[in-house]
């Protein structure tokens, strides 16, 4: 069996940590951050990361594009 690629574009954005849980950042903090448009408590909240639950459809996608993770 030859060896599975990791696709690169999912490893720069999504960590598997320790225990095996998924995380990523959260998006929309990178333009239109003033005026009016994001409040600071909105702002605030995407600072943090986030984890992807293990039963979803979407951690069984990216189970497949990182193979080694």
Same mark, same amino acid.
């Given at each position: 069996?030859? =060896?599975?690629?990791?696709? +690169?574009?999912?490893? =720069?954005?999504? +960590? ?9 950042? +959260? ?10 448009? =994001?409040?600071?408590? +909105? *702002? ?18 990216? =189970? *497949? ?5």
């Amino acid at each position: 069996m030859p =060896k599975l690629k990791t696709r +690169r574009a999912t490893a =720069k954005r999504i +960590r598997i940590t320790g225990s095996g849980q998924i995380k990523r950042y +959260r998006n929309n903090k990178r333009h239109l951050l003033n005026n009016g448009r =994001k409040t600071s408590k +909105r *702002k605030r909240h995407l600072r943090k990361a986030t984890y992807i639950g293990e039963t979803t459809k979407t951690a069984k996608n990216i =189970k *497949k594009l990182m193979p080694y993770a």
